[in-house]
């Protein structure tokens, strides 16, 4: 009994993904005889029909469809394989695929990147920002190697991502110089509800960090009047700077703004059931810490590559 081969299962995804013979050989660089032949030969060998043949079209079958489940899964195993094969050669060539937060991969990842290349010139890193859900996501289905993200990691993912904390970071209320509060020191918890917000979109750990605070601290974060709801830090500090806004923005994305006085964070004070004088005796004032955390898939291969870079980031 012949064994099936890789070449064979590449030749059968490529007329799947095409439903088209001649299509699937082009793609492949042989000849539409070699693609029927390679089809027939499976079908011949295991009894099945894998396409449905309607004149000039032809259709995949149940065999079909079952089949095409587990190739993608073996070549998976083999790409896998592979890398790791190459990566014996001392860390000399390979790639390192990140997907990060914004914030992160704005502000806290270059430096990692640059010590990592310094030591290692020859890997290549393929780092793709979105927000932490899509990261989530990415790293679940093995898009990438590492995730690094801002929110909290969804009970669902809890069985397949492994999480670890690498840092931290505070969120901050932050004004331009035409709101009220910029030229106050600090605001009250209360008053919060008193201006405009701009918000970050849902799944983006910003955003779930603000939320969580606002609920710790006993506001419904639905009774904010948001204005706007934009998908990046820096199209919301771009717009503060003119309007009567407020937003919930990382420190290490507003040190610049706030240094040159373009942009302020204000303190918010505790006032909740205290009269005056007992405010002014206790440090009321509120923060927002949120961890940066590292998520890995709990059960697939991890490279060298891969290891050597969550030492840099530890």
Known sequence: MAQMTLDQLRVFLAVAEHLHFTRAADTLYITQPAVSAAIQNLETEYGVKLFHRLGRHIEITEAGELLKLEAL???????LTERALKELNNLQRGELKIGSSLTIGNYWLPEKISHFQRNYPQISINCTLANSEEICLGTEAGKFDLGLIEGEVKSSFNDILHQEEIGSDRLLVIVGRQHPWFKQEKIKLTELKNTDWIMRESGSGTQQRLEEALIKWGINP????????????????????????????????????????????VKI???????????????LELDMIRPFLKIKHSERFQTRISQVFEKILS
Not at 73 to 79: E, H, N, R, T
Not at 238 to 262: F, N, P, R, Y
Not at 269 to 283: A, M, V
């Open 73 to 79: 899964k073996i070549l998976d195993q083999v790409a």
């Open 222 to 265: 639905k009774i904010l009047k948001t204005t706007l709801i934009l998908n990046t830090g820096e199209m919301i500090k771009a717009i503060l700077e003119d309007t009567q806004c407020a937003a919930g923005i990382s420190e290490l994305m507003v040190k610049k703004e706030i240094e040159l006085g373009t942009l302020k964070a």
């Open 269 to 283: 004070i505790d006032d909740r059931g205290l009269s005056i004088t007992e405010q002014k005796k206790k440090n």
